[in-house]
């Protein structure tokens, strides 16, 4: 989805050698054999990419990542942009003006000055670079004790692997030594490390095409996999002829909208005038922050009819900015409208402005329909909520996202800072989807009885009350987070001193590197499970398994429990009390759960430890106020369990 209209092609690995081993027969000889839990989901997974439509390419004596080599080459050539999903390093040697990796796992890019910001050299060194370091993955041969920084540092001095080659003789110390010893079997390192982009491919690239999506067996497929959701989508997929949900999935069209900017008294009355005689209408509030506790208004957004909206601003204040009307007039117009039960409003997670708006003294009320419930409602698992994805899936239209009109990171502007050009019409835009939205779903969620019965008795009522409790707040005792903070401190220092009497020295605890060392090392312990890098494992399971029969892993565990318990709770909530009310204000979602459960951020107080008795104690910190009582009440639903 992220590339509708582009050409997706999936490559697997064929079974057994390639011309690697022929050069080198030890060529990945340190990796284990695939899982068998692993290896029985491949075939499964085949069938699904080519029931799917999708090119599958499994070519015989040929590693994937050369036939993924060849088809970028190709598509170079003829200046076609790639993007090859992947979070392999060797991949990084690809790269190049019309080609970039993406890693879907961490979400990131990498183009050309990603290459280089990553590796310290050009993607053209990436070879030279991978020969010089060795893979112990691959168990591709490098010059012992040559780390990453080694390597940059010599391809910056001579330009490529055979320029260190040439110049072997004036690297001094040890690793000279070594570069020295190494000169015989570079040239094949070299050589495993290259993905070859030459090979001959079943067909050409243009002639490489999907196919129809065989619904029908995907419907088996995922029944029989227990893939419930996308069974529910194969479901539709079939019915689309009289299923509304389906047909509003069409390709993104273009709309015309009538979006208007407001800067003046009269045009302000038009539109006013507009609301108060609409049956409902549709708004937002834009505003500095996402922190509702803290936001301020800087313009509020109105539709009430099809492809036809306003955006008042009144905070932009960014240099040059045109005269706009005084927010405390606007407020004060505003709120006998949004404080009416009779005038019937829709938003997109309406929670967000009703706090907001409460920051300026107007209580909402009338909020008839909120479009994020409505399609959580209608099927929590289907998609992301939000109002850009909602738009695509219902209406098949792309939305101005913030970022285009903010930018990102560190440099993003706040809305008030944002030129009228670009923030009225994202602003109208946001109030007039909204409406168009709640038009698309709302009558699928009428048809089904069940849920809209659930829509309209409690998830809808719930909306109103999370935005009293998110206001309201938390007590908590921040003495107490004190006093815990401290003990947990005085424990962490004595687990320490005797992670140190049975290891025989002092170390840090928290470097995996040097629990390595004296775990497998210097204590001999079994070696559980290794890194992709080849190295062993000293993560939490492992350490689990390795504590049913040694001390320090034991010890290890209990010392990183009581960091995370330190760090995330006891040190950090109290830096979270707001200072106007002397409580924490968290955010409660409830379209995120398949299971209708409730989820929050900011901080997460459902995530606090109960298990052991420190983080037992820690929910000791949250207090009833004087003269009040805490009681326990869940949110919840039936849920299927597996026995």
Not at 262 to 283: E, G, P
Request: proline letters at 5%.
């Amino acid at each position: 989805t992220d590339y509708p209209g582009s050409k997706v092609i999936v490559v697997f690995d064929a079974k057994g050698k390639n011309f690697r081993h022929e050069i080198y027969p030890d060529y990945k000889a340190n990796r284990p054999p695939m899982p068998d839990d692993l290896r029985s989901q491949i075939a499964p997974i085949h069938e699904i990419i080519e029931a799917m439509g999708l090119p599958l390419l499994i070519i015989p004596d040929v590693e994937a990542d050369d036939v993924i080599g060849a088809l970028a080459h190709q598509a170079t050539q003829k200046k076609i942009d790639v993007v090859i999903s992947t979070g392999d390093k060797d991949m990084a040697q690809l790269v190049t003006e019309h080609v970039t990796l993406i890693n879907t796992m961490t979400d990131t890019k990498m183009d050309i000055q990603g290459v280089e910001d990553k590796f310290g050299v050009r993607p053209d060194q990436i070879i030279d670079y991978l020969a010089l370091v060795g893979d112990s993955v691959d168990n591709i041969p490098g010059v012992p004790k040559c780390g990453p920084k080694t390597a940059v540092k010599w391809l910056t001095a001579y330009g490529s692997m055979q320029g260190v080659i040439d110049s072997a003789d004036e690297v001094k110390g040890k690793v000279g030594e070594n570069l020295r010893d190494s000169l015989s079997f570079l040239p094949m390192s070299y050589e495993l490390a290259t993905i070859k982009t030459e090979i001959d491919l079943p067909e050409a690239l243009e002639d490489i095409s999907h196919k129809e999506t065989d619904h029908r067996r995907l419907l088996a497929l995922f029944s029989e996999y227990e893939f419930r959701s996308w069974v529910t989508a194969q479901e539709r997929a079939l019915n689309s002829a009289g299923d509304d949900a389906e047909q509003a999935e069409e390709p993104v069209v273009e709309h015309n909208c009538d979006y208007q900017t407001i800067l003046d008294k009269d045009a302000f009355a038009l539109w006013f005038n507009k609301l108060k005689s609409a049956d409902l209408f549709a708004f937002d509030t834009e505003t500095t922050s996402l922190n509702y506790m803290e936001a301020e208004v800087v313009g509020v957004s109105f539709a009430c009819n099809a492809e036809e909206a306003a955006y008042v601003p009144f905070c932009h204040d960014y240099l040059d900015a045109p005269e706009q009307l005084d927010k405390d007039w606007v407020l004060d117009q505003l709120k006998p409208l949004l404080e009416s039960s009779e005038q019937l409003k829709v938003g997109q997670n309406l929670k967000y402005d009703k706090s907001v708006l409460a920051n300026h003294g107007i209580e909402l009320q009338g909020i008839a329909h909120d479009t994020m419930i409505e399609s959580y409602v209608l099927n929590s698992t289907g998609s992301r909520h939000d109002m850009d994805t909602l738009a695509e899936k219902y209406l098949g239209r792309k939305t101005i996202h913030f970022e285009d009109i903010a930018g990102k990171g560190a440099k993003q502007l706040t809305f008030n800072q944002i030129a009228l050009e670009q923030a009225g019409p994202y602003a109208a835009e946001d109030a007039e989807i909204t409406l168009a939205l709640h038009h698309a779903i709302y009558p699928q969620l009428e048809k089904i009885e069940g849920l809209a019965k659930v829509y309209h008795e409690i998830d809808k009522p719930l909306l109103s009350i999370l935005s009293k409790i998110e206001r309201t707040g938390a007590v908590v005792d921040a003495h107490i987070l004190g006093q815990q903070s401290q003990e947990l401190a005085e424990r962490i220092v004595e687990l320490e001193r005797e992670a140190y009497d049975l290891a025989g020295e002092e170390f840090n605890l928290s470097s995996p590197k040097q629990l390595q060392a004296i775990f497998f090392e210097k204590l001999g312990l079994p070696i559980i499970k290794k890194t992709p890098k080849g190295q062993p494992s000293t993560a939490e399971p492992v350490l689990q398994e390795l504590a049913l029969d040694y001390p320090l892993p034991k010890l290890i565990l209990e010392h990183r429990s009581l960091a995370k318990l330190k760090s995330t709770y006891t040190d950090k909530l109290p830096q979270l009390i707001n200072p106007g009310t002397g409580r924490i204000h968290t955010s409660y979602h409830q379209a995120v759960t398949a299971t209708g459960r409730l989820s929050s951020s900011d901080p997460n107080l459902q995530n606090i430890p109960i298990r052991s008795t420190e983080g037992r104690k820690i929910r000791q910190a949250f207090v009833a106020p004087d003269g009040y009582k805490l009681i326990a009440a869940d949110y919840s639903q039936i849920e299927l369990r597996i026995m």
